[in-house]
C-alpha cells in the first residue's frame, strides 16, 4: 500500500545531484579494428538525473566541464531532458571523454581519458551554488569522491551539510576499480555512508561502507547472504534508513529497520548492462519521491533497470512515466498498434 505522492514545493528541485558528465565515443567493435564511433553522454550522477527527470520530477545537475565543445554537447543534452543545470566552466582543463568497447556480445570495456579533467575540479563553492535553489533528495556516488582530493571534500561536505539540513542524501557506492582500490574506497566511503539515509551498492560494494569488506570473495551463497545481513545490519545501526543491494540480473533487495524486502529482475532480452544500475537508482529514487513504500520503490527501480538493459546506450532507452506499463505488460517481440 502506498501513502500517497508527496506534492513538490514549485520551483524547488525535488532531487538534486552532481558529478562529472563524461563524452561517451562508444564503438560497436574492436577499437583497434576502427569504425564509426557514436557520441553520447556518460555519468552516473547524470544518468540519474535523465532518469528521474523521465520520470516527471524536478531535477539539478551540477558539475564542472571544459570551455569546448564536448562541455558544450553534455550541457545541451542534459537541458533537453529537462534537467535544471548548474555547471562551471573551465577554461583551462578540457571535459573528460571514455571510449566505449563492445569487444564482445558479452564483454564491454571502457578506456578513460579524465585525468585532471575539468569535472575533478568540482568544489564546495559548486556545492554551494547548486544548494542555492534547495532540494528534497541529493544523491551521490562514490565516483565523484576518487576524482581528486578537491571532488572527495566537495562531496563530503555536501553529504554532511544535506544531512545537517534535514534532506534525504542518497549515495550509491558505484566502485570504479581503475579509479582506486578497494582499501582506498573504504577509507573514504565509510565514513561517508554514515551521512546517508539511503545507501545503494551492488551486492560485492556493500564491504566498501563498512568495517569489514565480508561480501567481496564470499563463494557460498548462504555466507554472502549472511554476510550481507549482517552489513547491512551494521549500516542501519549506523543510522543508515535504507540499505538497497542491486544484483543485476538476480534482482535487488532492501534492508530496513522494520524487515527485508526482494523484488526479482524484470525478464527482458539484454542488449546492452552499461547504466543498468544507475536506472535502477533513479526508478527507485523516483518512487520514493512520490511517497511509494518500499516495494513500490524496488517495483519501478527494477523496470527502470529493465529498459536500461533492453536498449543500447547508458540512459537513451530510459522510460517516461507513461512507459512503465510497457514492460511487463506487453507480450515480448509484440508490436504496439
Known amino acids: 500500500m502506498t501513502s500517497g505522492p508527496v506534492l513538490p514545493v514549485p520551483g ?3 532531487l538534486l545531484t552532481f558529478g562529472e558528465s563524461m563524452v561517451s565515443l562508444r564503438s560497436a567493435g574492436p577499437l583497434s579494428a576502427g569504425g564509426s564511433l557514436a557520441m553520447h553522454v556518460a555519468g552516473a550522477e547524470s544518468n540519474v538525473a ?9 531535477v539539478g545537475w551540477a558539475g564542472v566541464v571544459g570551455a569546448d ?4 554537447f553534455i550541457l545541451r543534452q542534459l537541458r533537453s531532458e529537462g534537467i535544471g543545470v548548474h555547471h562551471r566552466a573551465d577554461a583551462s582543463r578540457g571535459t573528460g571523454v571514455m571510449f566505449l568497447e563492445q569487444r564482445t556480445a558479452d564483454v564491454t570495456r571502457a578506456f578513460y581519458y579524465r585525468a585532471g579533467s575539468a569535472g575533478s575540479t568540482l568544489s564546495r563553492d559548486d556545492v554551494d551554488a547548486a544548494f542555492r535553489n534547495g532540494a528534497r533528495v541529493l544523491h551521490l556516488t562514490g565516483i565523484t569522491a576518487a576524482l581528486s582530493q578537491e571532488a572527495r571534500r566537495a562531496v563530503e561536505y555536501a553529504a554532511a551539510r544535506a544531512a545537517g539540513e534535514g534532506l534525504d542524501v542518497s549515495l550509491d557506492v558505484n566502485y570504479r576499480s581503475k579509479l582506486w582500490s578497494r582499501n582506498e574506497a573504504r577509507a573514504v566511503l565509510t565514513p561517508l555512508a554514515r551521512h546517508a539515509s539511503i545507501l545503494i551498492a551492488s551486492d560485492d560494494e556493500l564491504g566498501l561502507v563498512c568495517a569489514a569488506d565480508g561480501v567481496n570473495g564470499t563463494a557460498e551463497p548462504r555466507a554472502a547472504d549472511d554476510a550481507e545481513t549482517a552489513m547491512a545490519a551494521e549500516l542501519l545501526e549506523g543510522g543508515v534508513r535504507e ?8 534482482g535487488a533487495g532492501v534492508h530496513t529497520a522494520a524487515g527485508r524486502w526482494e523484488t526479482p529482475a524484470v525478464p527482458v532480452t539484454s542488449i546492452d548492462t552499461v547504466g543498468a544500475g544507475d536506472a535502477f537508482t533513479a526508478g527507485y529514487l523516483s518512487a ?16 527502470a533497470g529493465a529498459f536500461a538493459v533492453s536498449t543500447a546506450g547508458d540512459w537513451e532507452g530510459l ?11 506487453t507480450p515480448s517481440g509484440t508490436t504496439q498498434r
Request: charged share 30%; hydrophobic share 45%; glycine share 16%.
Open 12 to 14: 524547488i528541485p525535488e
Open 50 to 58: 535523465v532518469g528521474v527527470a523521465r520520470l516527471g520530477h524536478r
Open 288 to 303: 520514493l519521491l512520490d511517497g511509494e513504500d518500499v516495494a513500490g520503490r524496488l517495483q519501478r527501480g527494477a523496470l
Open 243 to 250: 540499505v538497497v543491494v542491486k544484483r543485476g540480473a538476480a
Open 319 to 329: 522510460p517516461r512515466r507513461d512507459e512503465l506499463a510497457l514492460l511487463g505488460a
Open 69 to 72: 565543445p564536448h562541455g558544450e
